[in-house]
């Protein structure tokens, strides 16, 4: 990432910056010091930066296990769960025997409360793999359930799961 400084005399005290095609710019007053300008801009960058750490594998294997805790008492087991670019139309998908979780990654740029829906989806498959009744007694576990199916579904019907450029993520 570049770091663009524009100085302006225009400008009186505040410092700010924005991403302008993957590098920061800054805008600065003319009359700030060196010293003064260099530390905001370690401080504006760690955080953009912060902002745009996109979820990984081990992100996915740290939530599962969080919301295994939470929502399953910890009997869950599983040999992996990865984030798949193969899911083309699904959110997700377990497979029972194998015990194996893949997660569209698609996923990774919805929110958190989003995306834990669908691995405590996936995490529900390790009990049970059809939609039964006992299947839909696991998932309503989490709360949040209903409104992520909303989300999910209006996120499909405006273009099957793909978000606008410049949100973040993967
Ligand atoms: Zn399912």
Redesign the pocket.
Known sequence: MEVIIKRSSRRKKTIQARMVNGDMEVLAPANISDAALKDHVSRLRARLEKMSTSRDDGHLETRARYLNEKYFQGSLAWASITYSTRQEKR????TYYKKTIRISHRLSRMPQWVEDYVIV??L??LLEP??GKH?KQLVRSYPMGERAIGFLLAMEILGELELPEGTGGR
Do not use: D, K, L, P
């Not at 959110?91 to 377990?94: L, P, W």
């Open positions: 959110r997700g998908s377990c989806h996936e529900a498959h059809n939609h299947f």
